[in-house]
T-cell receptor, first 116, second 112 residues
C-alpha cells in the first residue's frame, strides 16, 4: 500500500511565477491536509479538504494561495506570483475515511519550494 | 488560541532513556499526537493519546494529563537512529477542525 505521494519533491521558481504542488493521498483516504514548514520552524496548518470540498482553510493566506481536491486526480496547492517568503517545505497529509476516533494523519515526503 | 511548548534541543547518550515534554494551551482538545521527523524527511506517526495515562509501544511511550495540559514522550534504549526532531501536535474538536496544531519540535541528538 503506497504512502502519501507528493510531487515534485523540489521546485525552484523565480519571483512572480506560479507554483503547483501535487498530493495523492494513501489508498482509501479521502481527507487531505496541507501544512507548511518554514526553516527551523514547526509545521503550520494551511487547509483541509475532502473530495471536491474545502472543509477548513483557516490557515491559508487570503491572497495568492488556493487549493483543490477534485473528484479525480491529486490534490493541488497552487501559489500564484510567488515571493521569497514562500520558500518552505510543503507537506501533505491524509487520513482515512472511517469513524475511527484516532484519525491519524500520515504525511507525504514534502515539496521543497525555493523562490529565487 | 493555540499554544504548544516543547524544549528546542536535547542531548542524550546511546542506550539511555530520554523524556521529551510538551505543554499545551488550546481552545478545546481532541487528542495529542507525537511524530518523529528526520532532517529533510516527512514526519512519521509515533503515538496518540486522548485519555489520561500512559500508552506504550515498544521503546516509545507517551503520557497525557489533560487537566495539566501536559504530555511527554519517553524513549528507552536510545539508538543513534533516534537522532531526529520530535513533534508534539494537538487536535481541536469539532466537525471541520481536524487540523493539527504543532509545536516547534524538539531536536534530539543521541551521542555515542
Amino acid at each position: 500500500n503506497a504512502g502519501v505521494m507528493q510531487n515534485p519533491r523540489h521546485l525552484v521558481r523565480r519571483r512572480g511565477q506560479e507554483a503547483r504542488l501535487r498530493c495523492s493521498p494513501m489508498k482509501g483516504h479521502s481527507h487531505v491536509y496541507w501544512y507548511r514548514q518554514l526553516p527551523e520552524e514547526g509545521l503550520k496548518f494551511m487547509v483541509y479538504l475532502q473530495k471536491e470540498n474545502i472543509i477548513d482553510e483557516s490557515g491559508m493566506p487570503k491572497e495568492r494561495f488556493s487549493a483543490e481536491f477534485p473528484k479525480e486526480g491529486p490534490s493541488i496547492l497552487r501559489i500564484q506570483q510567488v515571493v521569497r517568503g514562500d520558500s518552505a517545505a510543503y507537506f501533505c497529509a491524509s487520513s482515512p475515511t472511517t469513524t475511527s476516533y484516532q484519525e491519524t494523519q500520515y504525511f507525504g515526503p514534502g515539496t521543497r519550494l525555493l523562490v529565487l | 488560541g493555540q499554544n504548544i511548548d516543547q524544549p528546542t534541543e536535547m542531548t542524550a547518550t546511546e542506550g539511555a532513556i530520554v523524556q521529551i515534554n510538551c505543554t499545551y494551551q488550546t481552545s478545546g482538545f481532541n487528542g495529542l499526537f507525537w511524530y518523529q521527523q528526520h532532517a529533510g524527511e516527512a514526519p512519521t506517526f509515533l503515538s496518540y493519546n486522548v485519555l489520561d495515562g500512559l500508552e506504550e509501544k515498544g521503546r516509545f511511550s507517551s503520557f497525557l494529563s489533560r487537566s495539566k495540559g501536559y504530555s511527554y514522550l519517553l524513549l528507552k534504549e536510545l539508538q543513534m537512529k533516534d537522532s531526529a526532531s520530535y513533534l508534539c501536535a494537538v487536535r481541536a474538536p469539532g466537525g471541520g477542525r481536524r487540523a493539527l496544531t504543532f509545536g516547534s519540535g524538539t531536536r534530539l541528538q543521541v551521542q555515542p
